[in-house]
């Protein structure tokens, strides 16, 4: 493999970057009235707006040349086809199986992966829709009304997300919960008021061996037999989701209850596996139907659509841009509607945990940045808070606006009041005010550094007609994939994360040196030893 800072093209972006580092935005739109309509995109119902980046169509054929040179679509079609292209846990990497149509052929060391995907969610919706007619009921014959997901990390961020995002579309006599943290306060507020009788927990878990869910798992196992009594009633209360039978039946749920999925199919990739049965049970599967179908037609836009006009790559292109050539460190997600209140956070695993690494797929330490952080919060709530540093802080931070046309709840204006806001931030962003601008307006000299805004700070604008579940689907797979195209050119594996270990085994090491009944012999760094005997007197003091 070519080291990625020889390749021409990558020299030529380096060199071409040079040249747009002191263009601003007003240039590039100034010498060309039609850059607004002509820097866009669109794929199944997405329209992307890319013309507010510090680009011009040179930087778009050398994204195409660097992309050839990383020999991305060879990478595409390997994923799309089950080669093993999580190379350190030697697995493929097959999530756009999970929502391929049922006649279609995908093999896994020779097998045909889809029927099986299939089966899985025919037993999810059956179970989904006996849930929701009541048809299923509890241990003592009352119907299920509360619903509690619990899980951690991919296991927990794609569920809830997808729950606050799809909620229009809940069956609202439904309380749906989500129980993540170890912290036993989670567990406590997900169960305050619920009765057991009328209480499900799924259990999800990817290795059914994570410390937070199986903890949570066991005490939400004692607070049902607290009032169920019979440890039958586990049966009718508890599921599992997992790839792991074993540990699943020793934990006592009816593997019969067990809802499997695939080692092919990663924790922060699982949303649309059976990992999204709480999100079925909440919408019903013919919506989380018509989510898989949007994934699968974003899968197809990205598969087949010719590069100057895919989305997933040049969204991946634009990180890829900022990070390694303007110094870019984080990316700054906003979405413009409330439902997708938990998408930057769900964002933040899938980007982060898949591109955050340090050595390249053939273990060399990389000499460029690889994932920027990514973050955010939706608008309009965000302009309050943190704007102020994305228009005038020193820092560049590239932002993707999201935002819908139709709003599912229309209340007077409100909706024209949000997207105004949307348009203005980008525009304001790009274009700033100059000093000339301010002092005309009547500002005294002083003041007139305070009140310009540079502008030259790029920014997306995806537009969708209005929240759907299709729409999910396709935007959950729209970053998937750029995060993809990002992990092929910095040519790291996005699908394993060794990086979560070492803290985990150090915890474990841990635990029993806080619990003692005497006082352990420590044999940490002098920080940890102290950190750990403040806490076990402090603990004391605990009425
Ligand atoms: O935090 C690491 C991780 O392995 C994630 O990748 C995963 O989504 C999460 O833990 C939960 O794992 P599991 O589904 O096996 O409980």
Same mark, same amino acid.
């Given at each position: 493999?070519?080291?990625?800072?020889?390749?021409?093209?990558?020299?030529?972006?380096?060199?071409?970057?040079?040249?747009?580092?002191?263009?601003?935005?007003?240039?590039?739109?100034?010498?060309?009235?039609?850059?607004?309509?002509?820097?866009?995109?669109?794929?199944?119902?997405?329209?992307?707006?890319?013309?507010?980046?510090?680009?011009?169509?040179?930087?778009?054929?050398?994204?195409?040349?660097?992309?050839?040179?990383?020999?991305?679509?060879?990478? !595409?079609?390997?994923?799309?086809?089950?080669?093993?292209?999580?190379?350190?846990?030697?697995?493929?990497? +097959?999530?756009?199986?999970? !929502?391929?149509?049922?006649?279609?052929?995908?093999?896994?060391?020779?097998?045909?992966?889809?029927?099986?995907?299939?089966?899985?969610?025919?037993?999810?919706?059956? /179970?989904?829709?006996?849930? *929701?007619?009541?048809?299923?009921?509890?241990?003592?014959?009352?119907?299920? *009304?509360?619903?509690?997901?619990?899980?951690?990390?991919?296991?927990?961020?794609?569920?809830?997300?997808?729950?606050?995002?799809?909620?229009?579309?809940?069956? #609202?006599?439904?309380?749906?919960?989500?129980?993540?943290?170890?912290?036993?306060?989670?567990?406590?507020?997900?169960?305050?008021?619920?009765?057991?009788?009328?209480?499900?927990?799924?259990?999800?878990?990817?290795? /059914?061996?994570?410390?937070?869910?199986?903890?949570?798992?066991?005490?939400? !196992?004692?607070?049902?037999?607290?009032?169920?009594?019979?440890?039958?009633?586990?049966?009718?209360?508890?599921?599992?989701?997992?790839?792991?039978?074993?540990?699943?039946?020793?934990?006592?749920?009816? &593997?019969?209850?067990?809802?499997?999925?695939?080692?092919?199919?990663?924790?922060?990739?699982?949303?649309?596996?059976?990992?999204?049965?709480?999100?079925?049970?909440? %919408?019903?599967?013919?919506?989380?139907?018509?989510?898989?179908?949007?994934?699968?037609?974003?899968?197809?836009?990205? *598969?087949?659509?010719?590069?100057?006009?895919?989305?997933?790559?040049?969204?991946?292109?634009? &990180?890829?841009?900022?990070?390694?050539?303007?110094?870019?460190?984080?990316?700054?997600?906003?979405?413009?509607?409330?439902?997708?209140?938990?998408?930057?956070?769900?964002?933040?695993?899938?980007?982060?945990?898949?591109?955050?690494?340090?050595?390249?797929?053939?273990?060399?330490?990389?000499?460029?940045?690889?994932?920027?952080? /990514?973050?955010?919060?939706?608008? &309009?709530?965000?302009?309050?808070?943190?704007?102020?540093?994305?228009?005038?802080?020193? #820092?560049?931070?590239?932002?993707?606006?999201?935002?819908?046309?139709?709003?599912?709840?229309?209340?007077?204006?409100?909706?024209?009041?949000?997207?105004?806001?949307?348009?203005?931030?980008?525009?304001?962003?790009?274009?700033?005010?100059?000093?000339?601008?301010?002092?005309?307006?009547?500002?005294?000299?002083? +003041?007139?550094?305070?009140?310009?805004?540079?502008?030259? !700070?790029?920014?997306?604008?995806?537009?969708?007609?209005?929240?759907?579940?299709?729409?999910?689907?396709?935007?959950?797979? +729209?970053?998937?994939?750029?995060?993809?195209?990002?992990?092929?050119?910095?040519?790291?594996?996005?699908?394993?994360?060794?990086?979560?270990?070492?803290?985990?085994?150090?915890?474990?090491? %841990?635990?029993?040196?806080?619990?003692?009944?005497?006082?352990?012999? +420590?044999?940490?760094?002098?920080?940890?030893?102290?950190? %750990? #005997?403040?806490?076990?007197?402090?603990?004391?003091?605990?009425?």
């Amino acid at each position: 493999m070519t080291p990625l800072k020889e390749m021409q093209a990558w020299k030529a972006l380096e060199a071409h970057a040079t040249t747009l580092q002191s263009k601003h935005l007003r240039e590039l739109f100034a010498a060309d009235p039609k850059r607004g309509e002509r820097m866009t995109a669109e794929a199944c119902g997405l329209f992307l707006d890319y013309s507010k980046h510090r680009i011009d169509d040179e930087t778009l054929r050398l994204f195409q040349a660097l992309a050839a040179e990383a020999g991305l679509k060879d990478r !595409r079609a390997a994923m799309f086809a089950g080669e093993k292209i999580n190379v350190t846990e030697n697995r493929a990497v +097959l999530h756009t199986a999970l !929502r391929a149509p049922r006649e279609a052929v995908i093999e896994v060391d020779g097998h045909n992966v889809v029927p099986d995907v299939h089966a899985v969610l025919d037993k999810m919706a059956e /179970f989904a829709e006996s849930l *929701r007619s009541g048809a299923w009921t509890g241990y003592t014959g009352k119907p299920i *009304r509360n619903v509690i997901n619990i899980g951690i990390g991919g296991s927990d961020l794609g569920p809830v997300m997808a729950y606050e995002a799809l909620r229009h579309y809940s069956q #609202r006599e439904l309380t749906m919960r989500f129980v993540s943290n170890v912290d036993g306060s989670d567990f406590a507020e997900a169960v305050h008021g619920l009765d057991p009788e009328e209480t499900l927990f799924i259990v999800s878990s990817k290795t /059914f061996t994570t410390l937070e869910t199986m903890t949570n798992a066991h005490s939400a !196992r004692v607070w049902a037999l607290g009032k169920l009594k019979h440890a039958e009633a586990v049966a009718k209360h508890f599921v599992a989701v997992s790839t792991n039978a074993k540990e699943v039946a020793k934990f006592g749920i009816d &593997t019969a209850n067990m809802f499997g999925f695939w080692d092919w199919v990663g924790g922060r990739y699982s949303m649309d596996a059976a990992i999204g049965l709480s999100t079925m049970i909440a %919408i019903g599967a013919e919506n989380f139907r018509r989510m898989l179908a949007g994934f699968h037609a974003m899968d197809e836009h990205f *598969r087949t659509a010719p590069l100057e006009r895919n989305l997933p790559f040049l969204m991946g292109m634009l &990180t890829v841009w900022y990070t390694s050539f303007f110094g870019a460190e984080t990316v700054a997600v906003l979405p413009y509607d409330n439902y997708l209140k938990r998408f930057p956070a769900y964002l933040q695993q899938l980007t982060m945990e898949s591109n955050g690494k340090h050595v390249t797929l053939d273990g060399r330490r990389v000499d460029y940045q690889t994932c920027p952080i /990514f973050w955010g919060e939706p608008g &309009t709530n965000g302009q309050h808070s943190f704007y102020q540093l994305i228009h005038q802080g020193t #820092r560049l931070i590239p932002c993707d606006f999201i935002g819908f046309a139709q709003s599912l709840n229309p209340l007077g204006n409100h909706h024209d009041l949000l997207m105004s806001n949307i348009f203005a931030q980008a525009e304001a962003l790009a274009f700033g005010k100059t000093p000339e601008q301010v002092k005309a307006e009547g500002t005294a000299d002083w +003041l007139v550094p305070h009140r310009t805004f540079e502008g030259n !700070r790029p920014s997306s604008v995806i537009l969708a007609e209005k929240m759907t579940p299709e729409i999910l689907g396709q935007l959950v797979a +729209l970053y998937e994939h750029s995060v993809f195209v990002q992990g092929v050119v910095w040519q790291v594996d996005s699908f394993d994360q060794w990086g979560v270990e070492l803290g985990k085994v150090l915890a474990v090491r %841990i635990i029993p040196e806080l619990e003692s009944a005497t006082e352990p012999e +420590l044999k940490h760094d002098s920080s940890t030893n102290a950190l %750990i #005997r403040r806490y076990r007197a402090m603990r004391r003091k605990q009425g």
